[in-house]
């Protein structure tokens, strides 16, 4: 029963490097996305899916890319980062775009960056 | 546009007292209503939901009750257990723009003393 599996569970930075933060799921999920999360703002969503070869930008995208080659992977790349970004990032999935369908989430991703 | 307040936090309680987490919302259309609980070190996981006014979602002795007249969804439980302890988050979900569109507040969180 994985779910929503990302990694690596920490990482650090230097400012202006780039990494992806790997997200897979097993339950055949049309819908993934990406948040990140900061003290007293919630979940911004960043980029989403809503299938393989298709993606879309939240409400936060700026520094962030995004791809969806098959159904069950959906990589957030930073192109170069920034203290900014320092931030805790989870993948989520639900089986489709719909106002009833659940999120499911991974662990995330602890982000430093220096 | 569409936003989620919540009460902030830490809730500090006794085992076994009862609970209200406060959660009130604006949204542009008829939105489907949810909590969502983080645990230390984990994602965050559904609790419960509500799809229309005047339903009662419930799970795991929580409920909340969808209040269309004062745009509300506050989170009860008559007795809670230290393993309640947790950041519990309302969010709602909405048709916007022909994209479903998740709000999520700011998360609240609950310390349970033995």
């Not at chain 1, 969503?45 to 098959?70: F, K």
């Not at chain 1, 170069?80 to 089986?95: G, H, R």
């Not at chain 2, 969502?36 to 339903?55: H, I």
């Amino acid at each position: 029963n994985a779910g929503v599996t990302q990694t690596p569970k920490f990482q650090v930075l230097k400012t202006g490097q780039s990494m992806t933060l790997q997200c897979a799921q097993d339950m055949n999920h049309e819908y993934m996305s990406w948040y990140r999360q900061d003290p007293g703002m919630g979940l911004r969503l960043i980029h989403y899916s809503v299938g393989a070869g298709i993606t879309d930008q939240g409400e936060v995208p700026n520094g962030y890319n995004v791809s969806r080659s098959t159904t069950e992977d959906f990589p957030l790349r930073l192109l170069s980062a920034a203290p900014s970004q320092t931030s805790v990032y989870f993948c989520a999935s639900s089986s489709r775009q719909g106002l009833n369908s659940p999120l499911h989430f991974g662990n995330g991703t602890r982000l430093t960056v220096t | 546009g569409n936003s989620v307040t919540q009460m902030e936090g830490p809730v500090t309680l006794s085992e076994e007292a009862f609970l209200t987490i406060n959660c009130t919302y604006t949204a542009t259309g008829y939105p489907s209503l949810f909590w969502y609980v983080q645990y230390p070190g984990e994602g965050l996981q559904l609790l419960l939901k509500a799809t229309k006014a005047d339903d009662k979602g419930s799970n795991k002795g929580f409920e909340a009750t969808y209040r269309k007249e004062t745009t509300s969804f506050h989170l009860e439980k008559g007795s809670v257990q230290v393993s309640d302890s947790a950041v519990y988050f309302c969010a709602l979900s909405v048709w916007d723009t022909g994209r479903r569109a998740l709000t999520f507040g700011s998360g609240t969180r609950l310390q349970v003393q033995p």
